[in-house]
């Protein structure tokens, strides 16, 4: 695995109020686009929920830009914030 590896990942970022339901509504969203995910990280700070995801883009059934579309919808729908960025912009972005 070289390089090219990071242009089918993608890190997926939550961050709000918590609630019950948070993990699976992402992960969902994920599943119906065939996206995997890689590896997942959470916690909550004082009532404070975050979430990182690694997810592995390859075997996804749509473009990047439908995802997107589909996280910024669900993020109104849970009162939350999510983002979703290539794995190699955001290694670019925080010198990783």
Do not use: W
């Not at 990942?9 to 509504?25: C, N, P, T």
């Not at 669900?74 to 939350?80: C, I, M, Q, S, T």
């Amino acid at each position: 695995m070289g390089n090219d590896a990071s242009t089918n990942r993608a890190i997926v970022a939550v961050l709000g109020s918590d609630r019950a339901g948070i993990v699976a509504r992402v992960a969902g969203e994920l599943a119906d686009h065939n996206a995997n995910i890689l590896d997942i990280s959470q916690t909550i700070l004082q009532g404070t929920f975050t979430m990182t995801m690694l997810v592995d883009l390859e075997p996804m059934d749509c473009d990047f830009a439908v995802l997107h579309d589909a996280f910024e919808a669900l993020a109104k729908e849970l009162g939350v914030q999510i983002t979703i960025q290539r794995e190699e912009l955001f290694k670019l972005m925080y010198r990783l």
